[in-house]
């Protein structure tokens, strides 16, 4: 057997969700138009409760085009010289998150990362500073990527 339900629910006079033009979503229900909830909206609203969080044991994530600013900042925490940290991570972030605008220092897509991804990152990045720095850059991004993809 197969039961389909269909459900209005009413929600205060907000726009609770907006499409790419900015304009709120919506859809034909029962011959009118009414405003509508994606589901990215309803997951966001998910990831970023803290209940969940608590409940699921796993931190709340961030959505981010800015990874390059938030590695480089805990990068310099660790009293990393500027310029060599914006190389590192112009060669880091291209090589096992996503393709990086070098001008802007943001990635070209939004990425998804929980803290102990983030902290991950941060640590192999660290642990590799010398050989990041160095001759060897080449090689020891191979090896982080590896252990990124495969940990």
């Not at 609770?16 to 900015?22: A, H, V």
């Not at 409760?49 to 699921?56: G, L, P, S």
């Not at 900042?73 to 990393?80: H, R, S």
């Not at 720095?133 to 090689?139: A, D, M």
Request: aromatic share 8%; hydrophobic share 30%.
């Amino acid at each position: 057997m197969f039961i389909e339900i269909h459900m209005i629910q009413n929600f205060a006079p907000s726009n609770l969700n907006r499409d790419d033009t900015n304009s709120p979503k919506d859809c034909e229900f029962g011959g009118y138009r009414r405003a509508r909830i994606s589901s990215q909206c309803l997951k966001r609203a998910i990831r970023k409760n803290e209940i969940f969080a608590e409940t699921t044991g796993v931190g709340i994530g961030e959505r981010t085009k800015y990874i390059h600013r938030i590695l480089s900042e805990k990068l310099a925490e660790e009293g990393k010289d500027s310029e060599e940290i914006n190389s590192v991570l112009k060669e880091v972030i291209p090589n096992i998150l996503t393709k990086l605008d070098k001008k802007k220092a943001t990635t070209d897509t939004m990425i998804y990362l929980g803290p102990s991804e983030v902290q991950f990152i941060f640590e192999q990045i660290k642990k590799n500073w010398d050989g990041l720095t160095g001759s060897n850059q080449k090689k020891t991004l191979e090896e982080i990527k590896k252990t990124y993809l495969f940990s």
